[in-house]
T-cell receptor
Framework: RKEVEQDPGPFNVPEGATVAFNCTYS??????FFWYRQDCRKEPKLLMS???SGNEDGRFTAQLNRASQYISLLIRDSKLSDSATYLC????????????FGQGTTLQVKP | DTGVSQNPRHKITKRGQNVTFRCDPI?????LYWYRQTLGQGPEFLTY????????KSRLLSDRFSAERPKGSFSTLEIQRTEQGDSAMYLC?????????????FGDGTRLSIL
């Protein structure tokens, strides 16, 4: 079983749609959680950290459920520029900063 | 531009050759990480440094791979006797501080193609 699992998609949605991505992680001792965005042939960029209480940044909302070891990302009012791969990322339990990435979920927003 | 810098951007070489990549982290960042990414997959951790000390190496890092960060600033990743399976994007990231919550900033990566 992979340490971080995501549905690779692709998710094809029209502009303005709301889309949600889910991710599960296997190590219950994991401490930090993130969503990174990666454009085609570019480097990953931090989108947002994920906190236990849930957090929002504009059109983006992240949720963490420690009991179910489940992380989600909700994008409201999708824009064409949101088209990218979204990587679910977990910090190892030792909190060294070593990141474990999921496979990524590809989003394509169409006009 | 004061971001993480990697070079070369692309490297094409024949199987069996040695290659070396360089990473210049954001200045003041004491942590430096190397990851490898293949098509359709997320990045996989290879190794990391805190200042000049290499603190962890992945099992993915065979004895053909070696990384250094001699003065705690830039780092090099060398692959000896390259194989087809080494073809990938090699990403470097840096972060500030000792904890795992600090965001990692990635460079553009070096894309390695083995002929």
């Amino acid at each position: 079983r992979k340490e971080v699992e995501q549905d690779p998609g692709p998710f094809n949605v029209p502009e303005g749609a709301t889309v949600a991505f889910n991710c599960t992680y296997s190590n219950s001792a994991s401490q930090s959680f993130f969503w990174y965005r990666q454009d085609c042939r570019k480097e990953p960029k931090l989108l947002m950290s994920v906190y236990s209480s849930g957090n929002e940044d504009g059109r983006f909302t992240a949720q963490l459920n420690r009991a179910s070891q489940y992380i989600s990302l909700l994008i409201r009012d999708s824009k064409l520029s949101d088209s990218a791969t979204y990587l679910c990322v977990v910090n190892t339990p030792s909190n060294t900063g070593k990141l474990i990435f999921g496979q990524g979920t590809t989003l394509q927003v169409k006009p | 531009d004061t971001g993480v810098s990697q070079n070369p951007r692309h490297k094409i070489t024949k199987r069996g050759q040695n290659v070396t990549f360089r990473c210049d982290p954001i200045s003041e960042h004491n942590r430096l990480y190397w990851y490898r990414q293949t098509l359709g997959q997320g990045p996989e951790f290879l190794t990391y440094f805190q200042n000049e000390a290499q603190l962890e190496k992945s099992r993915l890092l065979s004895d053909r791979f070696s990384a250094e960060r001699p003065k705690g600033s830039f780092s090099t990743l060398e692959i000896q006797r390259t194989e087809q399976g080494d073809s990938a994007m090699y990403l470097c990231a840096s972060s500030l501080g000792d904890g795992g919550n600090q965001p990692q900033h990635f460079g553009d990566g070096t894309r390695l193609s083995i002929l």
